[in-house]
């Protein structure tokens, strides 16, 4: 039986950011960076599995930022899922 728990109070945008929409590849790293922010982590075991959700991945910029903030706080059972890749 699998058993999921939902927590969708830990990660949150911290800076605006333009849109990544039409942004080079090498611009998107910069726009994106140090803009995520995690809270509540008290609530989350450390060897829990983290699903982050993207609505579409184009150079995967916003998703390796993402990782890279909970792999700084001891997190790496990291899995993706995204509708949409280009």
Sequence with gaps: CLKLNYNFN????????????????????????????????????????????????TTGATLNEITNLFNKNGYFNIYYLTLSSV
């Design 10 to 57: 830990i990660l949150y945008k911290s800076k605006y950011t333009k849109s990544q929409f039409r942004v080079s590849p090498e611009k998107r790293i910069n726009n994106i960076k140090n803009s995520f922010s995690l809270k509540n982590l008290s609530t989350l075991e450390k060897t829990k599995n983290i699903i982050l959700f993207d609505d579409i991945i």
